[in-house]
């Protein structure tokens, strides 16, 4: 079956396909155009079953489903990118929908242990982190308890459901490890990574085929299904989204597992083993993926739209985490131009759809699927699959940020952990670091401002000592935000006069150094002085913007063109300490009565960026609380650039 052929059967011949020549020509934002599609076909809860397709099989109500998982992870993706609030809305209310008044979760039945149940938990573990809501954390809980009672086979691997019995599935490895890792990550509990790296070693152990590399869709332990070999267990065919689910599951799972874990180089070599092997039978014309994988010249096979996003996705995010090497960038922007090209349209309506999805394939069950090339084939190839619609605006994403990591590519951003050291109780007993560090996704945190940097390319580290000459050599910006006083630490690390010489030595050297104070109620600005005053700047214990309640006015700050902000005209900063600069400082940004809000310095080969207050953290730039008016997440961007480019540091 030809793709033209089935583009007619799903939409008719009445829907406006745009030349491959101008959509490729509009390089980003894809994702955004198709979640915009996403919301006026499912709404703000992500009701899939409101389609005729999907209602058919599913009956009425936003019902516990994977597909919904997967359009989530989308939308987080998006919020991450553009700071927009209403993707995280999306999500929220999304999940809102299967809690009672009272709180509880009411989603579905552990004891029905189906893996497919368990990835929109990742939402969940967005909303906790972000929030603090405890019944986030009850739900995350019940969902952790089906995977601690979930049936493995005698080697140890999940079973995909409980009515598929000693049968692991490629699709299972996305839909839980993803959620594992993550709350494992959360919970500072390392034994729990020893169980996914397993999950992903046992599928392809049983899976990978020695000839071509690659995996097929399923393993049954007993070998008693009918579709299931009877010698090797194996399912008979390669099917593209079930590689996908798991190479993608790979990646997202890399997300979450310390880069010192022993067995993280394990998942990295079995991603590059598998995508070596997709990367051999990618179509050469297209660029895209055959639904099913090594038969290109079967006459009803075709290409397919969800597995290709997920081989792209999985290319991309590997070079831009370092798992594997640029060449696997080739392969993907093919990929992506022929997802574009082939798969994306544009209605007479202005709307973006994706097309060409195989609605789903299974194996087993009532009626019986029994894995064969015309099974496959007798499946429904539909327009904005969820799932499909989903991993492609993670792969928009993907591919968008590619286009400007360059920028920042092989530098390092340094974020301090001991001038500010404060540390307390999480939900699970562990004394961890807070306050304005990169891991935070609540108010406090400073996660957006990361993947601001990480978007630009820019590595984000920590330094939990003090600063030396040695531990700075390879650290291209500096940022410390909101030293401690006694206030804040029963025993601040104070800036000293050694801490001091070691910074400005660095800076000379050509580092970016980037101080964020705070009002001198909140800060110790007498010995961030030592650091600063060597530059020209000098935090006053006079302060400004003093916000009462949800009075924003008179956080608003105004900003000129300037040298970093060309397109940011106004932010918002609260509970400032107002700045007093002379040379070699300068004032990049004041009030309308003069106060001096940002100053920047240029040292020797280096720089520096003064603001008395840390303006950058999640509650100002993640869209949730302050007007759409105040540009804080734009300031970022700009900020993030102008950083790189300055920084110059000889290694």
């Keep these: 079956m030809s793709f033209k052929n089935i583009k007619c059967a799903v939409l008719g011949c009445g829907l406006l396909f745009t030349s491959s020549g101008n959509l490729m ?19 703000d809860s992500l009701n899939i079953n409101n389609t005729s397709e999907l209602a058919s099989r599913r009956g009425k109500g936003a019902h516990w489903t994977y597909e919904r998982g997967v359009l989530t992870n989308g939308f987080e993706a998006l919020w991450y990118k553009t700071g927009d609030p209403k993707y995280y809305e999306t999500i929220r209310t999304a999940m809102e929908v299967h809690f009672d008044k009272e709180g509880n979760f009411n989603a579905f039945k552990i004891e029905d242990y189906n893996l497919d149940n368990i990835l929109t938990g990742r939402a969940l ?113 390669f099917w593209s989204r079930a590689v996908g689910w798991y190479v993608m599951g790979i990646v997202d799972a890399l997300d979450y597992i310390p880069r010192d874990y022993e067995k993280r180089q394990v998942l990295i070599d079995i991603l590059t083993r598998t995508l070596d092997a997709i990367i051999k039978v990618q179509d050469d014309k297209t660029g895209t993926w055959w639904n099913l994988l090594n038969l290109p010249n079967y006459k009803e096979n075709y290409l397919e739209s969800s597995g290709t996003t997920m081989f792209v996705y999985a290319m991309a995010k590997g070079v831009r985490n370092g798992y594997l090497n640029e060449s696997y960038l080739i392969p993907a922007k093919k ?116 993947s601001v940097f990480t978007k630009h390319g820019v590595d ?57 104070t705070n009002d001198s109620a909140n ?18 214990n006079q302060g400004r913007n003093f916000v009462k309640g949800n009075d924003y006015a008179t956080g608003a700050v105004a900003i000129k063109k300037n040298e970093i902000f060309k397109n940011t005209k106004k932010i918002y900063v609260k509970e400032i300490s107002i700045i007093e600069a002379k040379k070699p400082a300068k004032a990049l940004v004041k009030a309308d009565n003069g106060d001096v809000v940002i100053a920047t310095a240029k040292v020797g080969k280096g720089s520096v960026f003064a603001i008395g207050d840390p303006w950058l953290y999640n509650e100002y730039t993640d869209g949730r609380k302050i007007p759409a008016e105040y540009q804080n997440f734009e300031a970022a961007n700009e900020l993030v650039k102008w950083v790189i480019k300055k920084s110059a540091v000889k290694k």
């Design 335 to 450: 990929g992506y131009k022929g997802l574009v090209d082939k798969f994306i349209s544009k209605d007479a309506e202005g709307n973006y759809h994706f097309e060409g999805t195989v609605s789903v394939s299974g194996l087993g069950g009532k009626p019986y699927r029994d894995g064969s090339f015309e099974y496959y084939m007798s499946e429904k190839v539909v327009q904005d699959d969820p799932k499909g619609l989903g991993a492609f605006i993670k792969t928009a994403v993907e591919m968008d940020i590619i286009e400007t990591t360059q920028l920042g590519k092989g530098k390092n951003v340094v974020l301090d952990y001991y001038f500010n050291n404060e540390f307390k109780k999480d939900a699970f007993g562990n004394n961890t670091q807070w306050h304005y560090t990169w891991d935070e996704k609540d108010n406090n945190g400073f996660s957006l401002l990361g």
């Design 25 to 43: 020509a509009q390089a980003t934002g894809y994702g955004e155009k198709v979640a915009a599609t996403a919301l006026k076909i499912w709404g």
């Design 523 to 540: 800060c110790d600005l007498q010995h961030t002085n030592i650091l600063a005053n060597r530059f020209g700047i000098n935090f006053s």
């Design 460 to 516: 984000t580290l920590t330094l939990k000592t003090a600063p030396t000459a040695e531990n700075l050599k390879n650290a291209d910006i500096y940022i410390i935000v909101d030293p401690d006083g006694l206030k804040d630490n029963k025993n601040p690390n104070y800036i000293t006069e050694a801490s001091a010489q070691a910074i400005y030595d660095w800076v000379n050297n050509g580092g970016v150094l980037v101080l964020m």
């Design 125 to 237: 573990i967005t909303l906790y982190k972000v929030t603090g809501n405890k019944k986030y954390l009850r739900a995350i809980e019940y969902i952790k308890q089906q995977l601690s009672e979930q049936p493995k086979t005698k080697e140890g691997g999940y079973w995909h459901k409980l009515r598929y019995p000693y049968q692991m599935w490629m699709d299972g490895l996305y839909m839980a490890e993803g959620f594992s890792t993550e709350l494992a990550a959360l919970k500072g509990d390392k034994k729990y990574f020893d169980e996914v790296v397993n999950q992903f070693v046992l599928m392809e152990k049983n899976a990978r085929d020695p000839k071509t590399g690659l995996l097929y869709h399923g393993y049954d332990e007993s070998r008693q299904e009918q579709w299931a070999n009877k010698e090797t267990g194996l399912s008979q065919h």
